[in-house]
């Protein structure tokens, strides 16, 4: 009877937890849809007890699996309760089991990359998973889905490619290959074509030497078993432009790449988390992944970590200990440590496409705040005066600090008022901007119109003189971004970035290279709401009338002529 009773008080605990989590899962979803989807599947879980996780979205064929979970036992630990805490099952991956699945033909990757369509790319990707239910677990947990060692990505990146992508043109060390390895625990960068007159742990490696591709593919790759890293792949390879400028704009943020080839039997890094979203591609070989639980204080982290030891891990949760083969997907939130080894009799190659870096509420709030500040020291001249010593004088040290706290609260008042808003407003404008210089120029194939008939010189000095009178944006969505600071309005777009520089990390509109990025500085007298006009226009894809007297006033016209001559408009008949 006891036990009986220890059993129903458990099953009604689980059912409150479950329900709660049903309740919590509608909250954390803005799309009412998914929020209604995802809380139905919890109160249903709670009211058959059952452990079981299933994706209705996906093909009755698919089976969705949990992996076990794996943890080093620190003495003293207690047993997880499974609460949904931000431990436990709330970490526990999604991983679909879709070898028996019907895919998309693997050729449909190379053609949605060609179009730059951004949804079908994306889907093609999580196959046969679909978008809402991976939103649902983006930030929150790693998704795999298993295809058994079918192809899914075409002919893009394999040994082959990577191969060519080596030998053709002048690759530098650190620049666009780095060679490493990772043995005994301890990670090393071989950035050199020879170790003579090297010490075997000599880490000065020779950052922008030439890339000898005989010594790295011959001798570091096949005899000496290190890893080969291609970094920034898009600069030389047509095919993965084309990926990440449609992602981009699936994402609406900057996208990169690397792809990393790994002899048999080796590992090449060690122990880390990354500070973006990950997406690993299998594309030849096999490779297992643990994947821990991010450290409690480094969740959402805004910087990658260093190289961890074995040790340091040893305590975090294996929220997935599998192996990936050709054809298999998994997704890595920011934060959390993962480490991979190439255990099979071949090599590995995969591909890992990155985003969301820096693209948080923080980075916005940063901008925000330091704007602030800037402006508020530089219209209060008493806040620039030096402090007097206070050092042997306790009252003037009190009287100090009560007028630094004063001005603090001042300064928190503005932010509350409109002056606060119009910040925040200016920092997604520079975060807006800031993908613009970073995304990559977009392909000819990819654009609405022919480059060469609706943009340039010629197109421009044609809508100038009235034998053109439309324009159009070239891409879908906004072909430029507009951010207004003083003195001048400026408007950002890719159209003019380089695929060589697309990949640096910009952290803000004034650390960029103003001779690598699209930029257009709008002439004083143009009218703010014309310029929204033609922004909205554009970008809800109307052509927009040029002919009309009220676009032709002051310097309205030179503008738009200008963004034909760049590419970001196309000038129509």
Not at 44 to 64: F, Q
Not at 545 to 556: D, L, P, V, Y
Request: hydrophobic share 35%; aromatic share 6%; net charge negative.
């Amino acid at each position: 009877r006891r036990r009986r009773r220890r059993r129903r008080v458990v099953a009604r605990v689980v059912v409150r937890r479950r329900r709660a989590r049903g309740a919590a899962a509608e909250a954390r979803h803005p799309d009412e849809r998914v929020a209604r989807r995802v809380g139905a599947r919890a109160r249903r879980r709670a009211r058959v007890c059952g452990d079981a996780r299933r994706d209705a979205a996906t093909s009755s064929r698919v089976r969705t699996m949990s992996t076990p979970r794996k943890r080093a036992r620190a003495p003293n630990d207690d047993d997880d309760d499974g609460d949904d805490d931000g431990g436990g099952d709330a970490r526990r991956p999604l991983v679909v089991d879709a070898r028996d699945a019907t895919l998309p033909d693997a050729a449909l990757w190379d053609e949605h990359a060609e179009r730059g369509d951004a949804d079908a790319l994306f889907e093609h990707a999580i196959a046969p998973l679909d978008a809402a239910t991976f939103a649902t677990c983006v930030d929150r947990r790693a998704v795999c889905v298993k295809r058994g060692g079918r192809a899914h990505y075409g002919s893009w990146m394999t040994m082959e490619a990577v191969t060519r992508a080596t030998r053709d043109g002048e690759a530098r060390y650190g620049v666009d290959l780095d060679v490493t390895s990772y043995v005994d625990g301890v990670r090393r960068t071989h950035n050199r074509n020879s170790d003579a007159g090297r010490e075997a742990d000599d880490e000065d490696d020779d950052v922008g030497e030439l890339v000898d591709a005989d010594a790295v593919l011959t001798r570091r790759f096949g005899e000496e078993r290190r890893s080969v890293r291609l970094l920034h792949p898009q600069t030389r390879c047509d095919a993965t432009w084309k990926i990440l400028a449609t992602l981009e704009r699936y994402f609406e943020c900057a996208c990169g790449c690397n792809v990393y080839v790994t002899p048999a039997s080796s590992q090449g890094f060690a122990p880390h988390y990354d500070d973006i979203d990950a997406f690993v591609l299998q594309i030849e070989g096999a490779k297992r992944w643990r994947v821990y639980e991010p450290f409690e204080d480094e969740t959402h982290p805004r910087t990658s970590s260093r190289n961890f030891t074995q040790e340091e891990i040893a305590t975090q949760r294996v929220v997935f200990d599998d192996v990936l083969e050709a054809g298999d997907f998994l997704y890595l939130p920011r934060g959390w440590i993962h480490q991979a080894e190439c255990s099979s009799s071949t090599h590995s190659v995969h591909a890992t496409l990155s985003t969301n870096q820096s693209n948080a509420p923080a980075d916005a709030l940063e901008i925000a705040l330091n704007n602030a500040l800037a402006s508020t020291i530089d219209g209060r001249a008493e806040l620039r005066r030096s402090f007097v010593s206070t050092l042997n004088d306790e009252r003037r040290r009190d009287a100090a600090l009560e007028g630094l706290g004063e001005e603090l609260r001042a300064f928190a008042s503005e932010l509350q008022g409109d002056f606060g808003a119009a910040l925040v407003e200016h920092a997604y404008a520079s975060l807006e901007a800031r993908f613009m210089m970073q995304r990559c120029p977009p392909p000819d194939s990819h654009l609405l119109r022919s480059k060469a008939r609706c943009t340039g010189d010629v197109a421009a000095a044609e809508l100038r003189s009235g034998a053109r009178t439309r324009v159009a944006s070239q891409i879908e969505g906004a072909p430029f971004s507009i951010l207004r600071e003083s003195p001048a309005t400026t408007l950002f777009h890719p159209f003019q970035n380089r695929r060589d520089g697309a990949h640096v990390r910009v952290l803000g509109v004034d650390s960029a290279d103003e001779d690598r990025l699209g930029r257009v500085v709008v002439p004083s007298d143009v009218d703010d709401e014309r310029l929204d006009e033609l922004l909205d226009a554009v970008r809800s894809g109307d052509a927009l009338e040029i002919a009309k007297t009220n676009f032709r006033e002051n310097n309205f016209l030179e503008l738009v002529c200008e963004l034909v001559r760049c590419g970001a408009l196309a000038a129509l008949d």
